[in-house]
């Protein structure tokens, strides 16, 4: 048994809700580790320490960092360390950890990393799921080689030179990070894909009520959950809905929250499209189910990027057997891995003509929608699992 702390930013109360770091600390606990989270607390009633579906957990007082401008974000994640580094010393937590676990987003957790790495002598492992400034740059929040920019560059400098490991999500992310640290130690990078559990239906749930609330009797469905911010850049799928109207079957279901949230869905109200219907947020159970009788999995990174994002959300489509279709930027490898899995298809985000001509191959082939579907649900199980990330993090980290 290995003693282990996460540095979590997202990281929700399990019982109520999970996401791929809450299946990862799950592995490590049934794996027989014993492990301490610290994550930010929603409300003050959540601050201090709790279980959370049988993971220790110690929330901490923190500003507001999500759904917040960039400037109240920005002031919150730099306060973030000393909190963190607080909430240890006044709960007496004892540090002798031999493994800390530190996702990006956020890098400013640096120093709390980097102070509890000399205290425990412990080794540092970077789950890299975020290039951080430059993806600011890219989406023009911030000025490159401005001051900010200089700023977080040497953060970023800093985590990759007290990291022991970097687990980065794709080939291309390995290879960005090489290029542009050419004097950083490559041995610790290799890959770590993402990772999600399969989803679990105890039992046959009738989907009538749900195919009536929203009209969707004989339609063809295709779905986007999750974050509506720059990077996802959903006007593309919007102006793809405006250009598929000819087609009256099809509907685009959007639900998600985020800094471009009123945006998207007031552009959607704006143009009269009746085939996007918007939501806020839905129960977990109406979005698993909403899944299930979908046809489509709809991915979009913006076309500005200079880095090379992987999707998450796209392991709830392969999970639940959704071909994909995904409208993302060139520097991504996620179409290729598409294309060598065939779960899916994609286009340059902007190109709207080529992402129809995309979606109507799999609006008019449903031998080749199950096919694809199929695909990503075997790759998932044989590669995306929780068990396949611990694997390689303990690989890594305690060989």
Request: with cysteine; aromatic share 10%; net charge positive.
């Amino acid at each position: 048994m290995k003693k282990i702390i996460f540095l979590a930013l997202g990281f929700p109360n399990a019982s109520k809700s999970t996401n791929i770091y809450t299946d990862l600390i799950s592995e490590f606990c049934t794996k027989g580790h014993d492990v301490l989270v610290l994550a930010p607390a929603a409300s003050k009633d959540d601050v201090g320490f709790r279980q959370e579906a049988g993971v220790k957990v110690l929330r901490v007082k923190t500003l507001p960092l999500f759904n917040v401008g960039a400037i109240k974000k920005g002031i919150a994640n730099l306060l973030l360390a000393r909190q963190y580094k607080k909430a240890l010393i006044n709960n007496n937590i004892k540090l002798d950890f031999d493994l800390i676990l530190m996702p990006t987003p956020p890098i400013t957790l640096t120093p709390v990393a980097s102070w509890l790495k000399k205290k425990t002598g412990g080794k540092l492992y970077l789950i890299l799921r975020d290039i951080f400034p430059q993806n600011a740059v890219d989406l023009n929040m911030m000025k490159d080689k401005g001051l900010f920019h200089n700023y977080f560059r040497k953060k970023e400098e800093a985590l990759y030179a007290v990291s022991d490991s970097i687990g980065c999500m794709s080939p291309a992310n390995v290879n960005y990070v090489k290029e542009h640290n050419p004097t950083m130690d490559f041995s610790k990078l290799h890959l770590l894909p993402n990772w999600e559990n399969l989803p679990v239906y105890k039992e046959e749930i009738k989907l009538d009520s749900l195919v009536s609330k929203y009209d969707l009797k004989d339609k063809f469905i295709l779905i986007f959950g999750g974050n509506i911010g720059k990077p996802q850049k959903l006007e593309n799928i919007i102006n793809l809905a405006k250009n598929c109207l000819d087609y009256p079957d099809i509907v685009f279901f959007i639900i998600g929250t985020g800094t471009e949230k009123e945006k998207i869905f007031n552009m959607a109200k704006d143009l009269k499209l009746p085939n996007v219907i918007l939501e806020n947020k839905l129960p977990k159970a109406d979005y698993n189910n909403l899944l299930r009788i979908a046809d489509v999995g709809l991915i979009s990174l913006s076309e500005d990027f200079t880095i090379p994002n992987f999707p998450s959300k796209v392991l709830s489509y392969y999970g639940n057997k959704i071909p994909v279709l995904a409208s993302v930027d060139l520097q991504t490898d996620f179409g290729t891995i598409l294309e060598e899995i065939n779960s899916g298809v994609w286009a340059e985000a902007g190109k709207t003509d080529e992402l129809k001509d995309k979606l109507l191959l799999l609006y008019k082939n449903s031998d080749l929608r199950k096919e694809m579907g199929e695909n990503g649900y075997d790759y998932m199980k044989q590669n995306l699992l929780p068990d396949n990330a611990y694997k390689t993090i303990i690989e890594k980290t305690m060989s």
